[in-house]
């Protein structure tokens, strides 16, 4: 590709010019790829210990002349296999469709509009809005700068910021791919893409945060280690007994490998990476992007929610709604076209915004001015400007007018800021600063705007030392509340979750929103704390102090921090959301980092465990709720997995304490690991949330996921499963029932004591309100495998059981039955259907 493709123009490429070359150059997506193929996911299946016992057991029965046994074993290995891979690919479709969520994101120009698109379809020629924070997608050249420095440490290994200036030659005019914008903005064409760029030809790759393990995952590891030497030793023991008893050592080596296959927990590996990825996949449907497990792990803990008001709260759809010059304010209407009289204040406006931005505000000044017909003066050029900086809240935009000498400066930002620089009367300031505290106790985004003239900008396009402003007026942006957020405020308080504003906005603006919201309870008086009272509290103050604020205003981005790690040493487990630069050491700082997936920045979704896709807080509650249904459900189905397997282990011993025929032969165990797996994965996955999950305190933090409370509670369940199968299998002996009936009467008893224990673990929501399409699936298949057992001719003996009349096949007919009714969504409530249509999982 050249490094010299021309710039497109003003209007950028259009979407057509775009797609044609994404079809012809192909995505902007380096070749490697980490993502695991069929071959792959065969591999690790057919190697799992459960799939080599299913094979030696094979061998076993060849090597003894029982060809037929062997070859039904080898299919039912088989069964055993695609079930696996089905649910690996389920979960890898997942990961895969969370992971390109998680790519960077792109501003570019498309048929004059600024456009944010995932950074694969970015393609050569397009015009790139270049912002601090971005991770740069493609190689490009500067056509504007800012101040521009970038981090090219993925490139070079140097870690020192490199300056970028607008007209240098060679690497100081080009933008490479991989590189952090750490400072400044400008505009750029897009010269390479993928393989292309300098990144893709030396081979590097973006870096990856590689996450630590879990806790969860820590505590499972530990769970099937112990659990898997406890299976070892009784399949020894066991085997060793039975060879001793029958003076047969195939009989014995049959029944350890019986044992073995009874015991191994491979199905804790497979809800866990089920439930995390289905569950990450269902979060990002609700626009809640899973970047990390362990923020599921910690979502059903979080304790305090600490939010940003714009966009959050709010809608982030700035209008303009009042002007003010000094003199008169006017408050405007949805249609209302600003007078005459506030023009100068418009067009001052303007020159202190980006016409190309995607700030909010900037957007509504420069649709005010369009609705007044002003334009600014083509012999108007922009010099530079310098963005909001820590204590000074306000943006500069410098400007030359033909061959004047002198420049002239147009400011915009917080009133009280903007103000400080002006010179003007004391009563017109005083007037200003009144209107703008009314305004923003009535709810209302107020910013002042302010210009003057100078020689030439400051260093970094700052104001030069001395300079005074004339002040042109205040507008007023009214951002309405979200719908939606007072009652997830609400559900929160039920849920002993606090939730704390946090914003740059003005004290009493926030107050306002924090009353609509219902961020306190009632007519509870909102505690607001400024930025500036921060500044001055010592930690152990502050500490003491976040306990009862609900707002914090005109806060700092570093100074969320602070407040990050004080309502942590007070024990509480904290969610934050943010979307700059600065943001980041707070979100990494948090138990549960939250980027804005709209308006956030590369570096901020970087350091997020999450990334809310719509900026919406309802998202983030339900993310919450999301979370404590996954821990809840992945807790029954640890309880199920230790319940179900006591009554096969039990049978598979029976004769070896009681003596007799081997109850349970490998293919039974085959038959059973279709069931179990099933359920603990796929079934528990697609368990809603209890009713009261959202009604009770969060869990606290060192919650063990399966304490050994819990452990004896499923065993003890296990042993009731268990004893069921013995009384059926004393009233068989009883009746002198054959070796292969006994066979039949113990696997029939196990697999109905397993769907009970099923419907246990599901309580209470496995009732009729409880619907589950996965569960009824579940029951059909079961009810169709048994049809085939017992009806077709020669079946039942292949698997060691004998041949019953055609009637018994009415047994496992009527639950299939009524399954399949109930996944046709016969069954309804309140005239709704109940079983909601089952997850399928991105395509």
């Known amino acids: 590709m050249p490094a010299d493709t021309p710039d497109p123009g003003p209007q950028g490429l259009t979407e057509a010019q775009a797609l044609e070359r994404l079809q012809r150059e192909g995505p902007n997506v380096l070749p490697a790829s980490d993502r695991k193929s069929l071959l792959h996911i065969a591999w690790g299946a057919f190697t799992q210990p459960m799939f080599v016992l299913l094979l030696v057991t094979a061998s076993v029965y060849a090597v003894l002349g029982s060809i037929g046994d062997a070859a039904i074993l080898l299919v039912s290995v088989l069964m055993v296999g695609a079930l696996s891979i089905y649910q690996e690919q389920r979960s890898e479709r997942a990961l895969h469709a969370l992971k390109e969520l998680s790519s960077p994101r792109c501003t570019v120009i498309r048929d004059g509009h600024a456009i944010r698109i995932p950074s694969h379809l970015l393609v050569r020629g397009d015009r790139l809005l270049v912002n601090e924070g971005d991770r740069l997608a493609a190689d490009a050249r500067l056509l504007e700068s800012h101040a521009i420095e970038v981090d090219e440490s993925q490139l070079t290994g140097e870690s020192i910021p490199v300056a970028k200036h607008l007209g240098a030659h060679g690497a100081a005019a080009m933008l490479h791919a991989g590189s952090l914008v750490v400072q400044g903005d400008g505009l750029a064409v897009v010269v390479a893409i993928g393989a292309h760029t300098a990144l893709g030809r030396i081979g590097g790759t973006l870096a990856q945060i590689e996450p630590r393990r879990s806790r969860l995952q820590e505590e499972l590891k530990r769970l099937v280690r112990r659990v898997a030497l406890l299976a070892m030793a009784t399949c020894v023991v066991a085997a060793t007994v039975f060879t001793v008893r029958e003076g047969s050592w195939t009989a014995g080596l049959l029944v350890g490998l019986t044992l073995a296959m009874s015991l191994i927990p491979e199905e804790f590996a497979v809800v866990w990476s089920v439930m995390l990825a289905l569950g990450g996949w269902r979060l990002a449907r609700e626009q809640v992007l899973t970047r990390r497990a362990q923020a599921i792990e910690a979502l059903g803990t979080t304790t305090v929610l600490c939010v940003d008001k714009t966009g959050t709260l709010t809608r982030n759809q700035m209008t303009i709604t009042a002007l003010h010059d000094g003199a008169q304010d006017r408050r405007l209407a949805a249609d209302d076209v600003a007078q005459p009289r506030f023009h100068r204040l418009l067009q001052g406006a303007m020159k202190a915004s980006m016409a190309e931005g995607v700030e909010p505000m900037d957007r509504a000044i420069h649709r005010a001015a369009v609705a007044a017909s002003l334009s600014l003066p083509a012999r108007l050029r922009a010099l530079g400007r310098r963005g909001v900086r820590e204590g000074r809240p306000y943006v500069v935009h410098w400007w030359r007018a033909g061959d004047e000498p002198e420049c002239s400066v147009a400011v915009k930002g917080a009133p009280e800021a903007v103000l400080a620089l002006c010179d003007a009367p004391v009563d017109l300031l005083q007037a200003l600063a009144r209107t703008a505290q009314a305004w923003a106790a009535a709810g209302l985004r107020v910013l002042a705007v302010a210009e003057g003239h100078a020689p030439r900008p400051g260093p970094d396009e700052a104001l030069p030392e001395g300079l005074r402003l004339a002040p042109l007026g205040l507008l007023g942006f009214s951002d309405p509340l979200r719908a939606e957020v007072p009652r997830a405020i609400d559900e929160c308080r039920h849920a002993g979750v606090r939730v704390v504003m946090i ?98 920045t590369d570096v901020a979704r970087e350091a997020a465990a999450l990334v809310l896709l719509d900026d919406n807080f ?53 038959l059973l690991e279709l069931l179990i797996d099933p359920a603990c994965s796929l079934v528990f996955e697609a368990e809603p949330a209890p009713e009261d999950s959202m009604r009770v305190p969060p869990r606290g933090a060192k919650e063990s996921l399966f304490s050994p409370g819990a452990a004896v509670r ?57 619907a589950n399409a996965a569960f009824h699936g579940l029951l059909l298949g079961v009810g169709i495998v048994w049809m085939l057992l017992l009806g077709l001719p020669g079946v039942a003996p292949a698997f060691g059981l004998p041949e019953v009349p055609g009637a018994w096949v009415l047994v496992p007919a009527l639950p299939a039955a009524w399954a399949a009714w109930r996944l046709r969504g016969g069954f309804r409530r309140d005239g709704q259907a109940c079983a909601p249509p089952p997850f399928t999982g991105p395509r």
């Open 714 to 770: 499923a065993l003890a369940l296990g042993a009731v499963a268990l004893a069921g199968v013995v009384v059926v299998q004393w009233l068989c002996r009883a009746w002198d029932v054959p070796a292969p009936g006994l066979r039949l009467a113990s696997l029939g008893a196990i697999v109905a004591g397993n769907l009970l224990l099923l419907l246990w673990f599901r309580a209470p929501a496995a009732g009729p309100a409880g």
């Open 503 to 600: 914003t740059g906005d003005s004290p009493l603006t926030a107050r306002s929103i924090a009353r609509q919201a219902g961020l306190v309870p009632g007519s509870a008086e909102v505690r607001v704390l400024s930025g500036s009272e921060l500044a001055a509290m010592s930690e152990l103050e502050l500490r003491q102090c976040v306990r009862d604020v609900h707002v914090f205003a005109r806060v700092d981005p570093t100074q969320k921090l602070r407040i990050v790690q004080a309502l942590q040493q007070r024990g509480e487990i904290v969610a934050m959301t943010g979307d700059g630069v600065n943001d980041a050491p707070a979100l990494r700082a948090a138990d549960i980092g939250v980027a804005m997936g709209r308006r956030g």
């Open 618 to 670: 309802a998202s983030l509650v339900t993310s919450v709720r999301a979370g404590r249904r996954i821990f809840i459900n992945l807790r029954k189905a640890l309880g199920y997995l230790f319940a179900v397997h006591v009554p096969i282990v039990g049978v598979a011993l029976i004769p070896v304490v009681l003596g007799g025929p081997p109850l349970l032969l490998p293919l039974h165990v085959v």
